[in-house]
C-alpha cells in the first residue's frame, strides 16, 4: 500500500527556515515524480513544486521560486522542501504527493505538515 | 499561467439528486484536466484523471467530460459520503494549477 508521511512542519518566525520531509513507502519511489502542494487555512488548493524520478529537472511555483528548495534522496525513499525566508503567505498545510508517470497528477497524498509562519 | 474557473462556489443539493460542477479554463489544456475531492481535515483524493476516467476505485457515480477549456464533474446520485469540495486541476502547462474549488453541500 503507497504511504507517504510528511514531517517537519511547525511554529516559524518571519524570515525563518524549516525543511519539511516526506517518506515514502510501498512503491518504488525512484522510478516515480513527486510533488509538493500546500493549502492555507480555509482556502483552495497551490502547486509548490515538483521533481522528475532522477532529480533532472526541479520547477518552482513563482511564489516560492529563489526561497524554496525541493530535492530528493532515492536510497532512503525520501521528499524533502528547504523553506527559507518565510513569511505570513507561506502558512498552509503542506502534502507531498505522487505523480504517476509523467502524469504531472497527484495520485496518492501524504497527511499534510502545517507550517505556521508567526512572530 | 492557466487559469481554472469552478462553478457554481457552492452546490446546495440533497442525498440522491445529480450533481453537475463546472471547471473553465483560460486557454485550452486539451484532455490534461483532473479531479479531486478533499474532505475536512483529509487530504486531496484523485476522482478523474485525463478529464474523464476514473481512478482506481472510484465509484461509477462519478463522470467526468469535456476537453479544451469546458470541463464537467458530475455525480449521478449524490450519496452522504460525497458531500465535500471538489477541484480540478490542470497539467497541461507549467505552472500546475488548480481550480477555487466546489463545496457540494447538504441542502
Known amino acids: 500500500e503507497v504511504h507517504l508521511v510528511e514531517s517537519g512542519g511547525g511554529l516559524v518566525k518571519p524570515g525563518g527556515s524549516l525543511r519539511l520531509s516526506c517518506a515514502a513507502s510501498?512503491?518504488?519511489?525512484?522510478?516515480?515524480?513527486v510533488n509538493w502542494v500546500r493549502q492555507a487555512p480555509g482556502k483552495g488548493l497551490e502547486w509548490v513544486s515538483s521533481?522528475?524520478?532522477?532529480?533532472?529537472?526541479?520547477l518552482y511555483a513563482d511564489s516560492v521560486k529563489g526561497r524554496f528548495t525541493i530535492s530528493r534522496d532515492n536510497a532512503k525513499n525520501s521528499l524533502y522542501l528547504q523553506m527559507n525566508s518565510l513569511g505570513a503567505e507561506d502558512t498552509a498545510v503542506y502534502y507531498c504527493?505522487?505523480?504517476?508517470?509523467?502524469?504531472?497528477?497527484?495520485?496518492?497524498w501524504g497527511q499534510g505538515t502545517l507550517v505556521t509562519v508567526s512572530s | 499561467e492557466i487559469v481554472l474557473t469552478q462553478s457554481p462556489a457552492t452546490l446546495s443539493l440533497s442525498p440522491g439528486e445529480r450533481a453537475t460542477l463546472s471547471c473553465r479554463a483560460s486557454?485550452?489544456?486539451?484532455?490534461?484536466l483532473a479531479w479531486y475531492q478533499q474532505k475536512p481535515g483529509q487530504p486531496p483524493r484523485l476522482l478523474i484523471y485525463?478529464?474523464?476516467n476514473r481512478a482506481t476505485g472510484i465509484p461509477a457515480r462519478f463522470s467526468g467530460g469535456g476537453s479544451g477549456t469546458d470541463f464537467t464533474l458530475t455525480i449521478s446520485s449524490l450519496e452522504p459520503d460525497d458531500f465535500a469540495v471538489y477541484y480540478c486541476?490542470?497539467?497541461?502547462?507549467?505552472?500546475?494549477?488548480f481550480g477555487g474549488g466546489t463545496k457540494v453541500e447538504i441542502q
Open positions: 504527493a505522487r505523480s504517476p508517470g509523467s502524469s504531472w497528477l497527484f495520485d496518492y
Open positions: 510501498g512503491f518504488t519511489f525512484s522510478t516515480y515524480n
Open positions: 521533481i522528475t524520478d532522477s532529480s533532472d529537472s526541479r
Open positions: 486557454q485550452s489544456v486539451g484532455s490534461d
Open positions: 485525463d478529464a474523464s
Open positions: 486541476q490542470q497539467r497541461r502547462n507549467w505552472p500546475l494549477t
